[in-house]
């Protein structure tokens, strides 16, 4: 996709962090853009924001975890726009950090699994059929992580890689049918966002009534990496790096390569048939 004025782009948990920077970079570029976000303070106050600045805009609260809440925000999307040329599945958490992965409940599992890796199915199954009806070049973004491609160490990496393995297949599908559909899997790295934060949005009924063992390190965990992530890349230079890879019809986007030795490590344990170095 070369151009982008006059087009519509669809973006989850875009009320803040690269979901909000994407939504600006699209719509500076002469795009309407749909936000879609569970955090409905955050979202209404992105859409004034860019509707302040004269940008064409529509907010849906939307709860990726749910098929039947994508499939409304792609309903508001065609009804106020007509079409879709760009859907963005950005929407994600830091889910279960509270244990070892046995240790962790059927309710932990709901959630993490709910908002990092359903939601990119349910997202694949509504908005490709979309971008392939237009008749328009179309993109399919999946927000990956860098922990999609180094070893795995909790639920959140599990998640990443599996939305990877979508990505790839979704990807080679879309080229064995000639389609003018693109995807590219974004792998960020250490970006300022409230990723960290995401137990805020975490719903009652998939809260455990009782700690797991590693509740209190989970906690002190997702404090530590909240401040680190603060010092990180800003989510503006993420969409810049995002609007390149939809012109260049790039697959895998990383943000930068300071994550490149565990990525080498990853594959030159897997080729040499090694086991992994503790971590700790």
């Known amino acids: 996709m070369q151009e982008f004025a006059d087009k519509v782009a669809v973006v989850t948990g875009a009320g803040s962090g690269m979901g909000r920077a994407f939504a600006e970079r699209f719509a500076r570029e002469g795009m309407s853009v749909v936000l879609g976000d ?4 955050a979202l209404e106050r992105a859409v004034a924001e ?4 004269g940008f064409e805009v529509l907010g849906v609260p939307t709860d990726v975890s749910k098929k039947a809440s994508l499939e409304a925000l792609a309903a508001a999307a065609l009804d106020r726009f007509g079409k879709i040329n760009i859907a963005c599945n950005n929407a994600g958490v830091e889910g ?10 059927d309710k932990d599992w709901q959630w993490t699994v709910g908002v990092n890796f359903w939601s990119v199915v ?3 199954q509504i908005f490709v059929p979309l971008l392939l009806a237009n008749g328009e070049d179309g993109h399919l973004v999946n927000t990956c992580s860098m922990t999609s491609i180094v070893r795995a160490g909790n639920m959140y990496g599990i998640c990443k890689q599996a ?4 990505s790839e297949t979704t990807y080679g599908n879309l080229r064995d049918r000639h389609a003018n559909v693109g995807v590219t899997a974004l792998f960020p790295g250490i970006i300022a966002t409230r990723l960290f934060q995401g137990s805020r949005n975490r719903p009652a009924d998939l809260q455990n009534e009782t700690p797991t063992p590693g509740a209190a390190a989970g906690t002190e965990m997702r404090e530590r990496m909240h401040e680190r992530l603060s010092a990180g890349m800003p989510p503006s230079e993420v969409a810049d790096i995002l609007l390149q890879a939809i012109r260049d019809d790039q697959l895998y986007v990383r943000t930068d390569h300071d994550w490149d030795d565990g990525i080498q490590q990853r594959f030159d344990d897997i080729f040499a048939g090694r086991n992994p170095a503790p971590t700790a």
């Open 38 to 41: 569970i955090q409905e303070d």
């Open 122 to 124: 349910y997202g694949t």
């Open 50 to 53: 860019l509707s302040g600045e």
């Open 163 to 166: 939305i990877l393995a979508l």
């Open 96 to 105: 279960y950090l509270d244990g070892a992965i046995w240790e962790a409940t």
